[in-house]
């Protein structure tokens, strides 16, 4: 896993670690996003940056940043 987290970047919407949440208010960052997707279309997401990172670290040198380092606010 740490091979894989190594591009996370905290605080960071775009390299950071989403879950899709058919629930979630949160408009979840996507590859065909062009200006303004969510006008058009809208995938919930869930940001778990801080559930991978505390279990095996993320970053170049595999740091373990909780949640709200990840994701503030």
Do not use: D, I
Not at 43 to 70: D, F, I, L, P, R
Request: aromatic share 14%; net charge positive.
């Amino acid at each position: 896993m740490s091979g894989c987290l190594k591009g996370v970047v905290p605080s960071s919407p775009l390299n950071t670690m989403w879950a899709t949440r058919w629930s979630s208010p949160t408009f979840l960052p996507t590859l065909w996003q062009v200006n303004n997707a969510s006008a058009w279309a809208f995938v919930g997401g869930e940001n778990v940056c801080g559930v991978y990172c505390t279990a095996w670290g993320c970053g170049a040198n595999g740091s373990k940043w909780s949640q709200q380092q990840c994701y503030p606010g």
